[in-house]
């Protein structure tokens, strides 16, 4: 399989980088937005706002601390945390699962470990000095065990999905955003497969996802003691 990235790749990969040298004050993206919500207060926001309502949770994500950094560099710095994570996971788990897992699952674990490595590779590129440096981990026997493996990779999929829209209400950037919704739903993807294979619902949470705050995430993470250093 080539690595050689994808034109959407490196189009997501500008988008990202361009978007994490203008944080600051309002950017175009910001002004429209303004501009749209201005508008529609003057056409009616009731009825708007009452079409939001059907999800109110997919925007109320609380940000990234300030350990991160600020505004979207923090956001992206989240993001960057986040797929270092599922990097490794996959990594570790092509060196001892791959090629002995069955056709489906092994195939996933293929796909999916391209495109978590290639995650970090954008996000790092975009951050440059600013990016956060990678943790150390400890995934125990998830990564040589099949049905640790799948049961664990379904928990991250799903766990990435929640993280991702639940940022979405706290992008200032439109490129970021574009940039975050390239990788959101390669993420959702991923998790649909995997739950597929393991039988259970690809959209378990029914017609809308729900957004998790960044400290309901990173408190998941952390209970699993993936991270140890």
Avoid at 197 to 222: E, M, Y
Wanted: hydrophobic share 45%.
């Amino acid at each position: 399989m080539s690595h050689d990235l994808t034109l959407a790749e490196v189009d997501a990969d500008g988008a990202i980088r361009e978007a994490a040298h203008d944080v600051s004050g309002d950017s175009r993206a910001d002004f429209l937005r303004k501009g749209v919500l201005a508008a529609g207060g003057l056409a009616g926001s009731g009825m708007l706002l009452g079409s939001l309502s059907l999800a109110p949770e997919a925007l109320a994500g609380g940000g990234p601390p300030r350990s991160f950094g600020r505004g979207d560099i923090a956001i992206l710095n989240f993001a960057l945390t986040l797929e270092y994570l599922e990097a490794a996971f996959y990594n570790e788990a092509t060196a001892k699962l791959g090629g002995k897992l069955d056709p489906r699952t092994d195939a996933f674990l293929k796909v999916t470990t391209v495109d978590e490595n290639r995650h970090v590779k954008a996000l790092r590129k975009a951050l440059g000095a600013k990016a956060v440096k990678k943790p150390k981990f400890d995934f125990k026997d998830t990564t040589s065990d099949a049905a640790k493996f799948k049961t664990t990779a379904s928990t991250l999929e799903n766990t990435g999905v929640h993280a991702y829209l639940g940022q979405v209400g706290n992008i200032r950037s439109g490129k970021v955003l574009a940039a975050a919704g390239s990788i959101v739903t390669i993420e959702a993807r991923h998790a649909a497969e995997i739950n597929s294979i393991l039988g259970l619902s690809i959209t378990p949470d029914g017609s809308f996802d729900t957004g998790f705050s960044a400290r309901k995430v990173l408190a998941a993470v952390k209970g699993t003691g993936f991270i140890v250093g």
